[in-house]
């Protein structure tokens, strides 16, 4: 069975960092595009970045870019999200995702998380 | 990038069709066939329901399909059902290389 689980989400100051992972199971890991997708409370989905099955491409929203850095572990099966210079709006449930094939941002994302609860506050 | 234009909610009574519709520009929706629709039960995870406009994967019902015409997408639910009470969301890929979901709408099945 194909399975994604995230963790290191918890509270966290504003102006601090946080490493989020996500372990995965039950594929060719190295195969496959992966995602962040993250949901504030009570709001809507929001794509956050995605990167290559080698790991040497990698996008990222506005709201992110040079505050987050999305890497890849392809021979422990993880992906991660460092987050630094984290602001309150980034308060939300983070969700690693996999795309359908190799290709970053436009495939579906067809196999997700439970997610992960980051909260910025002080 | 702004979130794609979907209504807030839509419903329908059990065996009724709804649409759900999803506004972007020539620069996401119009420009590729890399528009999926999501659906999400409260406090679950997003799961994947139409892809390329109008692909259904493996196990999804045959009541819900996908359709596009201009900057416009559009997701038709066919003989409701209670189970399909969820939130919806469209997603495309943009011409920046980023991707963009919808607001989101809250389907009530009355």
């Known amino acids: 069975e194909v399975q994604l689980l995230e963790s290191g989400g918890g509270l966290v100051q504003p102006g601090g960092s946080l490493r989020l992972s996500c372990a995965a199971s039950?594929?060719?890991?190295?195969?496959?595009?992966l995602s962040w997708v993250r949901q504030a409370p009570g709001k809507g989905l929001e794509w956050v970045s995605d990167?290559?099955?080698?790991?040497?491409?990698?996008y990222y929203a506005d709201s992110v870019k040079g505050r987050f850095t999305i890497s890849r572990d392809n021979t422990k099966n993880t992906l991660f999200l460092q987050m630094n210079s984290l602001r309150a709006e980034d308060t939300a449930v983070y969700y690693c995702?996999?795309?359908?094939?190799?290709?970053?941002?436009?495939?579906?994302?067809?196999?997700w998380g439970q997610g992960t609860m980051v909260t910025v506050s002080s | 990038q702004s979130a794609l234009t979907q209504p807030a909610s839509v419903s329908g009574s059990p065996g009724q069709s709804i649409t759900i519709s999803c506004t972007g520009t020539?620069?996401?929706?119009?420009?590729?066939?890399?528009v999926s629709w999501y659906q999400q039960h409260p406090g679950k995870a997003p799961k994947l329901m139409i892809y390329?406009?109008?692909n259904r994967p493996s196990g999804v019902s045959n009541r819900f399909s996908g359709s596009k015409s201009g900057n416009t997408a559009s997701l038709t639910i066919s003989g409701l059902q209670a189970e399909d009470e969820a939130d919806y969301y469209c997603?495309?890929?943009?011409?920046?290389?980023?991707?963009?979901f919808g607001g989101g709408t809250k389907l009530t099945v009355l």
């Open positions: 995702a996999k795309r359908i094939s190799t290709w970053l941002v436009s495939d579906p994302l067809n196999v």
């Open positions: 039950g594929f060719t890991f190295s195969l496959y595009a």
């Open positions: 990167i290559s099955g080698s790991g040497d491409t990698t």
């Open positions: 020539s620069s996401d929706v119009g420009g590729y066939n890399s």
């Open positions: 390329d406009v109008s």
């Open positions: 997603y495309s890929y943009t011409s920046s290389s980023t991707g963009v």
